[in-house]
């Protein structure tokens, strides 16, 4: 077990290595001169001795592989580099936004884990009823509405709508903005902050609770007719102990990978999420960096993101252990 | 791991004991294959409903100049106008007719969706193919370039390539065609993988059919049907995609009347005008529902096992 996670963790290290190096090779591609952008603007008149101490300063002129030798001996030692905006450190800008999306990200999950399998596994054993066949509708509709549009359509009936309407102001929800920043424990609003929290959280646990819903209705619908179920029913166990103990265990391996590989589409989702309700986190910085050509700070961004991601799937991959004690990891079969 | 639909469970009978007890016309044997499928699709009633919605939007995107009563780029004197009898979706912030832009946004996003497909329908098809047939270094190579670019997540990546290739039309089709292979790329090699060491490849192997035919000519029809039904869903997850990219500013620009576009545009106006938003974020809800549940149906026409 051990040797086997020390091998995937080396193994994530190319894999990072090549998905940043195309990024990097890709923005060069880019149209625009960074230089001139960060003396003032694209359209600006700028002073060409400006241009050339930033080149200077910033050794855009080096050729490239001299720069991409700088890039990767800057960040092997973790120095992401200056915004070409702002100056500000990369560094610190991961860790401001990050967090910011890290707390939007956690109740997005929670979401997701509690209402897309309570709902998955109600309408597993409610098959065919009216809220099974409500759930297979709704899921597949949260699957094909784009996440900015559902973002705007809460924003219009919890804020928009109350506020035409004179409801009370508790009821009136905030669509922009982190909001007074006052936590709990890290993750849990205090005060007015949950108003600001919920609309942007509920938006981005939509198309993954729906995923996570659909998975497991499915898979739950195999286990319960499995030969253990029907032994564990003629043993007399209650309905409730049969569903709980014996099906949920067996059902949640597929439901736990799915919550891992939709990691990729929570990040996606969290562009536009927090694009859409203003949130400062990684996901609105790096839509900026890219409209920008603010190469450092989407290099930098992307890379925390990249490495997070590949972790992820890793302890998605060792929690399979977890759920099924007949999987050994690292021997045999194991691709 | 069986990937349940909902059309399956809107359209089979309620069956007490679960799985669908098969009907004696289930059973028919000299029907050809096409009409079995047809039979079963029709069966279904969200992916007809889905089939019938599609191939309205396909008759509007064509016959768009006929249907609609201005231009894209005629300028009225009202502006932001709610819907009324005169202009059905209301008119934008420079007062141009929305229900217009918005049927002419139908020819942008399937043109997109569907040429984007294509394009990662032949990129994964061929590499899932040849990764699966020759295993081996090219499997390596293959699947590795499959991993690094999965590693990216794929807005990331769709907005970087799009920053690159300009702001168009064209270029979203190529970014979403040079970003959407991955997946389809996975599922013909898996398809390959077991199909390769059947008899009858064996067989065609002994007849000295070259190694291009066998893999175009007798394996690829029978690894057809998960290509079918993920290639119908991808259609939906383009156009997805492109709303999004135009959303994020990086599709085709203004007076383009992109469906993410047109809400990208109406988005300050949420609480004054928000019909700006509704009308094009709808035709992208059910344009997107519509292929997904022709994709659904298609699965489970094809492989009646899997319900």
């Given amino acids: 077990m051990t040797s086997y996670i020390i091998r995937r963790l080396l193994l994530i290290i190319p894999t990072v290595f090549l998905a940043l190096s195309f990024l990097f090779f890709l923005f060069f591609l880019l149209p625009g001169d960074p230089a001139s952008l960060l003396a003032g603007g694209e359209n600006r008149v700028v002073d060409p001795g400006v241009v050339e101490r930033i080149n200077d300063r910033y050794g855009l002129d080096d050729p490239i592989l001299v720069q991409f030798k700088d890039y990767w001996a800057r960040t092997v030692q973790w120095d992401l580099g200056e915004s070409f905006l702002n100056r500000r450190s990369v560094n610190d800008i991961l860790g401001e936004k990050a967090v910011n999306s890290l707390r939007l990200g956690i109740w997005a999950i929670i979401i997701e884990i509690i209402v897309g399998i309570s709902v998955g596994i109600l309408s597993a054993i409610r098959r065919y009823s009216i809220g099974d066949r409500l759930t297979t509708i709704l899921t597949a509709a949260a699957s094909a509405v784009p996440v900015f549009v559902l973002g705007f359509v809460l924003q219009y009936l919890f804020a928009v709508q109350p506020n035409k309407q004179g409801w009370p102001d508790w009821a009136r929800l905030r669509t922009s903005g982190l909001g007074p920043d006052t936590w709990t424990l890290f993750f849990i609003p205090t005060g007015e902050q949950w108003r600001y929290l919920i609309l942007p959280a509920v938006t981005l646990a939509c198309v993954s609770t729906a995923l996570a819903a659909r998975m497991t209705r499915g898979s739950m619908l195999e286990v319960l007719r499995a030969d253990y179920m029907r032994t564990a029913k003629a043993k007399g166990l209650s309905e409730r102990s049969v569903v709980v103990k014996h099906g949920l265990r067996n059902a949640m391996l597929p439901v736990v990978t799915l919550i891992g590989i939709d990691f990729g589409t929570v990040i996606g989702a969290a562009i536009l999420t927090e694009t859409t309700f203003s949130w400062p986190g990684l996901g609105s910085e790096i839509a900026n960096a890219v409209s920008a050509r603010d190469l450092p700070v989407l290099l930098g961004l992307t890379l925390a993101v990249v490495i997070a991601y590949a972790l992820i799937n890793l302890v998605v991959d060792v929690s399979y252990a977890f759920f099924d004690p007949r999987i050994r990891l690292g021997k045999g079969g194991q691709s | ?307």
């Fill in chain 2, 1 to 307: 791991m069986t990937i349940v639909d909902p059309g399956a469970a809107a359209a089979a009978p309620p069956a007490a004991t679960g799985g669908d007890a098969p009907t004696t016309d289930d059973l028919g044997e000299a029907r050809p294959l096409r009409a079995d499928v047809w039979r079963r699709f029709r069966r279904n009633k969200l992916a007809m409903v889905g089939l019938v919605f599609i191939l309205l939007l396909l008759l509007a995107a064509i016959f768009a100049p006929l249907i609609t009563p201005y231009d894209i780029t005629d300028r009225t004197q009202s502006f932001r106008a709610p819907p009324s009898s005169e202009h059905w979706f209301g008119t934008d912030a420079i007062g141009r007719d929305v229900y217009s832009r918005v049927i002419f946004g139908a020819r942008v996003s399937l043109r997109i969706g569907i040429l984007a497909t294509v394009l990662s329908l032949l990129i994964g098809v061929s590499l899932g193919a040849i990764a699966g047939f020759f295993s081996g270094w090219s499997d390596t190579v293959i699947s590795r370039i499959i991993d690094v670019f999965l590693a990216i997540p794929y807005i990331v990546l769709a907005v970087a390539i799009a920053t690159v290739f300009g702001k168009s039309e064209n270029s979203v089709i190529l970014v979403l065609g040079l970003t959407g292979w991955l997946a389809m790329a996975r599922i013909v090699r898996s398809s390959f993988l077991s199909l390769k060491n059947l008899e009858y490849v064996e067989a065609a192997h002994a007849l000295g059919f070259s190694r291009a035919r066998i893999m175009f000519r007798h394996i690829l029809p029978n690894a057809l049907q998960p290509i079918i039904v993920y290639g119908t869903i991808a259609v939906g997850s383009a156009i997805l995609a492109e709303a999004a990219l135009s959303y994020l500013s990086v599709g085709p620009q203004d007076p383009t009347p992109a469906w993410g576009l047109m809400v990208s545009q109406g988005k300050g106006l949420l609480s004054n005008a928000p019909h700006l938003l509704f009308f094009p974020g709808a035709a992208i809800f059910l344009t997107v529902l519509a292929f997904v549940f022709v994709g659904d149906g298609l699965r489970d026409a094809l492989d009646p096992k899997l319900k």
